[in-house]
């Protein structure tokens, strides 16, 4: 595949890379990083529907479980239809918008946070588990490495990672977040753990 990490076990590694400590991740992204993370995205901007459909088509393709998410393309066997779909290509586009706003919301990390978990939370509402949201940073750093070509550095890719890191993190707290509040809703009110009545 071309990509340095397309390798399975390297793949593995970054999804599996421990995620509690999300909002440290963000807080170790030095003003360096931000700012190489932000000129490459001045690059990867121009090409920013084609990179979706190719991180997808390289998802589906390396995870083939992770069709089982989009209805549309669960029984999608032909990858070149997966290329020209419409609809692929406006998720794709979707998922690029949501990377350009955590991008301008590198220097303000209260927005970022908050943007990544109602991301999170809306991801339940779709049924779409947690397990995979580490994948779409491995493919989103294949996908952009062609297109930046010598100005991909081992540092870019780190700072990258860390950012998906942060933004996986985040995702997966906002998704449990809303599993919690949607069982509590789901409980009689009897089941339901009383609040202690504070007024006086």
Not at 37 to 48: E, G, P, Q
Not at 103 to 111: F, H, I, K, S, T
């Amino acid at each position: 595949m071309g990509c340095a990490i397309s390798g399975l076990a390297a793949k593995s590694e970054f999804a599996e890379r421990n995620l509690e400590d999300a909002a440290g991740a963000a807080a170790h992204l030095s003003q360096d990083q931000i700012q190489i993370i932000k000129d490459s995205w001045k690059v990867i901007r121009d090409d920013i529907a084609k990179v979706g459909i190719i991180m997808f088509v390289r998802l589906f393709e390396t995870h083939p479980e992770c069709k089982d998410v989009f209805f549309l393309f669960r029984d999608v066997e032909d990858l070149e239809r997966l290329r020209t779909s419409r609809e692929l290509r406006a998720h794709g586009l979707r998922v690029m918008s949501f990377i350009e706003k955590s991008v301008a919301r590198l220097d303000q990390l209260e927005r970022l946070e908050a943007l990544a978990l109602e991301l999170g939370k809306s991801h339940y509402h779709y049924n779409a588990p947690p397990k995979y949201y580490s994948y779409v940073g491995a493919e989103f750093i294949c996908a952009v490495q062609p297109i930046l070509k010598d100005r991909w550095t081992a540092e870019l890719e780190e700072a990258w990672k860390t950012l998906f890191q942060f933004l996986t993190g985040l995702m997966k707290q906002g998704y449990q977040e809303e599993s919690d509040r949607q069982r509590q809703l789901a409980l009689s009110p009897k089941e339901r753990p009383e609040k202690k009545n504070t007024a006086l």
